[in-house]
């Protein structure tokens, strides 16, 4: 079978997750990874430096991947759709330097849609999932608050009947790319609990933009939420918002790791290029061993993560168990990672790693920083671990004295 996506003439549809188990140069993943590789060049990567400077989230970046029919590869297949393409979607806007934008991307894509396609069972919510896969619609996840932050069963923003309606109020704190978007997934508190609620643009007002450290492309803001919807806006019910939530959130995190290990490979192939190219000391640095090796160590480190990403993906795909801990341990690792590897990468351009516009150092370093606190941070990815990390009394028996 053969499928025509605007255009575009696919191959019979393979997993590309199984695929990536098998090596990232499998013909179906090299042909993915081509395919989208020209379209973000093309269409994405030059409103980089614009939207960057005016800290301005491009719809036109959705509107492009969706129109050229990446997002429901995505989402085709099985419960988890294709996470082999998400993953490689992920890592290319990575490896183009993309920051803000691809983290948008990611949002709307992965945290979003998957709360869409996963809970969404009205027509009303089947309309915005299929305007979201399209590119036509921006969707973002809205569940921080001022004093909500890590602790997300404090929730705040009410959910309450008034009449034959809901009404849903509160003022979400951090939400990316809250100004662009057309559709929020509200997490709010209705009498059995937190639910999430699909809120559309008339009852979501931006009220202040964050002039963050770096992500500046990604346009996050301070949301309020007054609106009145009806029963299909409710996509969880009261006391099951915050597991839907950590499913949603389980995507996010594999793609955010898989973005950010693509940033690390552009980072650490410039710096490496940078060592042969630049010459101290009457020799290219590369000849200094202490670079070289620095180099080294942390491209090993970028090999081995995008290996357990692989192969965990993989897993997942072929049926294995979806687990939250093992997203969890890989989104801390490659997060930590990613501040270490962009900040040694800067190191090797000397001054120029610290100057805006002399090299994508120093942006990937400020926008890679909040990789640790963006879709739960450290210590919450290392809680989700520590819960599913049992111990072995008879192994602990054998081998200790007691
Ligand atoms: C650029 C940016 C974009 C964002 N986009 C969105 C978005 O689109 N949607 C959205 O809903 N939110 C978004 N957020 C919010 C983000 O998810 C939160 O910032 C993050 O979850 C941490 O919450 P907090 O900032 O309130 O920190 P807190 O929860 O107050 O935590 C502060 C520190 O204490 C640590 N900590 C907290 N509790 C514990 C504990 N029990 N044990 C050990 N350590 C703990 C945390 O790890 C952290 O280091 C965004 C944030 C930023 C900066």
């Given at each position: 079978m053969t499928s025509m996506t605007n255009n575009v003439r696919t191959e019979e549809r393979t997993d590309l997750g199984i695929q990536l188990a098998f090596g990232s140069t499998s013909r179906p993943v090299a042909e993915f990874r081509h395919r989208v590789r020209g379209l973000v060049e093309d269409h994405v990567s030059p409103l980089v430096s614009t939207c960057e400077r005016d800290r301005r989230f491009p719809r036109e970046a959705v509107a492009a991947l969706g129109a050229a029919g990446l997002f429901h590869e995505r989402w085709?297949?099985?419960?988890?759709?294709?996470l082999g393409r998400s993953v490689i979607l992920s890592e290319e806007m990575g490896r183009a330097g993309l920051g803000g934008i691809g983290i948008g991307v990611g949002l709307h894509l992965e945290a979003a849609t998957s709360l869409l396609r996963g809970f969404g069972t009205s027509a009303y919510a089947e309309e915005v999932l299929g305007r979201a896969l399209d590119g036509e619609s921006v969707c973002c996840v809205a569940t921080s608050e001022q004093h909500v932050g890590s602790d997300l069963s404090a929730v705040e923003t009410r959910l309450t009947r008034e009449g034959d309606h809901w009404r849903v109020r509160g003022d979400k704190w951090f939400v990316s790319p809250g100004a662009a978007a057309d559709h929020a997934l509200v997490l709010c508190r209705g009498s059995g609990g937190p639910a999430i609620v699909l809120v559309p643009r008339t009852g979501l007002t931006p009220v202040e933009r964050w002039a963050t450290t770096g992500m500046r492309s990604l346009e996050t803001v301070r949301l309020r939420v007054d609106a009145r919807v009806t029963?299909?806006?409710?996509?969880v019910e009261p006391g099951s918002g915050l597991a839907a939530v950590g499913q949603g959130l389980m995507y996010e995190r594999l793609a955010l790791a898989a973005q950010v290990l693509g940033a690390l490979d552009l980072a650490s192939v410039l710096a490496l290029t940078h060592l042969k190219r630049r010459k101290q000391f009457g020799t290219?640095?590369?000849?200094?061993q202490a670079l070289r090796l620095r180099v080294a160590d942390l491209r090993s480190r970028i090999l081995v993560a995008r290996r357990g990403l692989y192969a965990t993906v993989a897993e997942i795909s072929a049926g294995g168990r979806a687990s939250a801990s093992d997203a969890a341990a890989l989104k801390v690792t490659v997060a930590q990672l990613g501040e270490k590897v962009t900040s040694e990468c800067a190191h090797i351009f000397g001054g120029r790693g610290y100057v805006?516009?002399?090299?994508p150092l120093e942006r990937l370093w400020r926008d890679f920083k909040v990789g640790r606190l963006g879709g739960g941070s450290d210590e919450m990815m290392w809680e989700l671990v520590a819960a599913g990390f049992r111990p072995d009394h008879a192994l602990y028996e054998k081998w200790i004295a007691t």
């Open positions: 085709s297949g099985g419960i988890h759709g294709d029963d299909d806006a409710v996509l290219p640095l590369y000849r200094h805006e516009g002399q090299t």
